[in-house]
Antibody
Framework: EVQLVESGGGLVQPGGSLRLSCAAS????????MNWVRQAPGKGLEWVSY????????YYADSVKGRFTISRDNAKNSLYLQMNSLRAEDTAVYYC??????????????WGQGTLVTVSS | QSVLTQPPSVSGAPGQRVTISCTGS?????????VHWYQQLPGTAPKLLIY???NRPSGVPDRFSGSKSGTSASLAITGLQAEDEADYYC????????????FGGGTKLTVL
């Protein structure tokens, strides 16, 4: 069974940093592209960042570019999101999501349960 | 402002059919990129509902169907049930954006 479990969320002051982790199990992690998607309270979904299976290709949403860094450790079956210079508007539930590979591309076939990041003084 | 446009809300009575539209542009849906749909029940993570415009993952009832034409796509739900009350999001790929993966703003489905 595919499982994605996020951790590392919490309360942080504006300008602070936080590192999110996503532990993957139930599939060959090193074969899949991964993403972070967030959802502000009461709002819709916003794609945040993408990383290829090897980690060689990375993309970011304009809203986080230069502040967030996505990475992965295939030996540890883990995905990370380093978040620096946090702002109030970064407050959201952050989901780890796997890229699907069946028939189509660029979709998310499995999601974690999410971890809440609150940026407030 | 989302790249893909969805109606904020739709509603229907049990047993009825409802559709949710998703309108894009020539750099995403109109460019031939697939549309995918997610269901988010209250307080839970999103779940893949339709991928590649019209494909259902294992376990998704055939009451849910998707279609795409031109710069738009639609999600249809037939035989509406109380448990279908949720938020629904469309998603695609946009060649003009650095990140390229884009969502619609979401549609709240209310079962009357």
């Amino acid at each position: 069974e595919v499982q994605l479990v996020e951790s590392g969320g919490g309360l942080v002051q504006p300008g602070g940093s936080l590192r999110l982790s996503c532990a993957a199990s139930g599939f060959t992690f090193s074969s899949y592209e991964m993403n972070w998607v967030r959802q502000a309270p009461g709002k819709g979904l916003e794609w945040v960042s993408y990383i290829s299976s090897s980690g060689s290709t990375i993309y970011y949403a304009d809203s986080v570019k230069g502040r967030f860094t996505i990475s992965r450790d295939n030996a540890k079956n883990s995905l990370y999101l380093q978040m620096n210079s946090l702002r109030a508007e970064d407050t959201a539930v952050y989901y780890c999501a796997r890229d699907g590979i069946a028939v189509a591309r660029y979709y998310f076939d499995y999601w974690g349960q999410g971890t809440l990041v609150t940026v407030s003084s | 402002q989302s790249v893909l446009t969805q109606p904020p809300s739709v509603s229907g009575a049990p047993g009825q059919r409802v559709t949710i539209s998703c309108t894009g542009s020539s750099s995403n849906i109109g460019a031939g990129y697939d549309v995918h749909w997610y269901q988010q029940l209250p307080g839970t993570a999103p779940k893949l509902l339709i991928y590649g415009n019209s494909n259902r993952p294992s376990g998704v009832p055939d009451r849910f169907s998707g279609s795409k034409s031109g710069t738009s796509a639609s999600l249809a739900i037939t035989g509406l049930q109380a448990e279908d009350e949720a938020d629904y999001y469309c998603q695609s790929y946009d060649s003009s954006l650095s990140g390229r993966r884009v969502f619609g703003g979401g549609t709240k489905l209310t079962v009357l």
